[in-house]
């Protein structure tokens, strides 16, 4: 077999595992997509090179659904698999900043449902300055609104304030009812 059959034939089973990815996500077969996606990841990394800009889009890629995976297990408290689809992404998005901001928001919303409060909030101040950094931020809403819930639950009521201001603004519309009343009253026992 010549050099180019080759190269056809490793582009032809690329597409083909692409195309397979696509019907399983289509099929709501998540889990099985993210497997499929990861070994076109490694047939890019031995066709394209690993650090090929074809390799880094296909990590973000890849990231993107270990994220929305975590999030999904994080709701059937499925905490392993919610781990270590978050550091497979932690990993993923090295070169992709924005990606990394969700990742650390994400690993945040897991050591808080863990009880691991100050991790949560050391994974916030990295979301926040990744965030800080960038241009477009997708949620930037999201990241203030789970700082105030740690930082309550620390029992920082004033730290909660600042980031609950943040978060109104970001979002631009009207508050609910329970936003109102958790400002009202922590306004009323700090004398804000």
Not at 33 to 44: F, H, K, P, S, T
Not at 119 to 145: F, G, M, W
Request: aromatic fraction near 10%.
């Amino acid at each position: 077999m010549d050099e180019e059959t080759s190269e056809n034939a490793e582009l032809l089973a690329l597409q083909r595992i692409d195309d397979t990815c696509v019907k399983l996500q289509e099929q709501g077969k998540y889990l099985e997509a993210l497997e499929c996606m990861e070994r076109g990841l490694v047939l890019r990394q031995h066709f394209f090179g690993a650090d090929s800009d074809e390799v880094w889009r296909a990590c973000k890629t890849v990231g993107e659904m270990c994220n929305l995976l975590a999030m999904t297990y994080l709701q059937q408290e499925d905490f392993g698999m919610v781990l270590e689809l978050l550091k497979k992404a932690e990993i993923l998005t090295e070169r992709d900043e924005a990606g990394r901001a969700v990742t650390y928001n994400n690993l945040a919303c897991y050591y808080r449902r863990q009880g691991k409060l100050h991790a949560a909030l050391s994974y916030l101040q990295k979301a926040l300055r990744i965030e800080s950094r960038l241009e477009h931020v997708d949620n930037p809403a999201d990241t203030h609104l789970n700082m105030c819930a740690v930082l309550s639950q620390l029992g920082r009521h004033a730290g909660k304030l600042k980031y609950l201001l943040i978060y109104k603004r970001w979002r631009k519309r009207r508050w609910d009812r329970s936003i109102y009343l958790s400002f009202y009253l922590l306004s009323i026992r700090y004398n804000i």
